[in-house]
């Protein structure tokens, strides 16, 4: 799966007149164990020509296919830097649609890199039991406050690079929750009896 970054930065100085700006980077998914038994839920988007292409009668009713080229903007940090937050994190968007893909509700989630937990922020909203690994302690606290940060899953044709011409570009949308001041510490991290869990690297005993 390609992953489209339409706001990607630029190449460096020095190879600003000599490439190409990367607008992309590769999604590869990885099956351990029996290569016919895995969980694949196709994700759909409505069927963008519904009701004008005279062969609507094939359209599936279900809906397109979403396609293995994803519209999503990158993460940008706040310019404050007294904010906390991670200079490399990924946008919520990405890690919704693999976990609607591949998982089911309970299903478990591990990120053994775990970064600013927005891996286990979309696990909890997304009503999966998640797991994450992080030896950086400094970002102890912005996880867990990342976790419980108010979000909600995307409507898959927002990541459809067909229906791009008529998005509205990410950047021209409301802030992200993660710039809100709102913080929903008091919910619970996820609504199977079996929370969220952070292990970090320090603790755990060699095996």
């Known amino acids: 799966m390609l992953w489209y970054i339409p706001n990607a930065l630029p190449q460096p100085n020095h190879y600003m007149n000599r490439l190409f700006d990367n607008k992309f980077e590769y999604l590869l998914v990885f099956l351990k164990g029996d290569p016919d038994r ?35 903007s990158a993460y940008r940090p706040p310019n404050i830097k007294q904010q906390n937050y991670h200079v490399a994190a990924y946008p919520e968007e990405l890690v919704a649609l693999m976990l609607a893909t591949y998982t089911d509700e309970g299903d478990l989630v591990l990120d053994p890199f775990l970064g600013s937990g927005t891996t286990l922020k979309v696990a909890r909203v997304m009503n999966r039991r998640g797991i994450g690994f992080e030896v950086n302690t400094r970002y102890a606290e912005l996880i867990r406050e990342r976790i419980c940060e108010p979000w909600a899953v995307p409507n898959w044709s927002d990541l459809d690079i067909l229906h791009a011409s008529t998005m509205v570009p990410g950047m021209l949308k409301p802030r992200k929750a993660h710039f809100q001041t709102a913080r929903l510490a008091q919910l619970p991290l996820i609504s199977d009896p079996q929370p969220t869990t952070l292990f970090p690297l320090e603790e755990q005993e060699a095996p």
């Not at 994700?43 to 396609?67: I, S, T, W």
Request: net charge positive; hydrophobic share 25%.
């Open 38 to 72: 895995y969980k694949f839920h196709k994700p759909r988007v409505p069927q963008k020509y519904a009701g004008v292409d005279p062969r609507d009668y094939k359209l599936n009713e279900q809906g397109r296919c979403l396609g293995n080229v994803i519209r999503i």
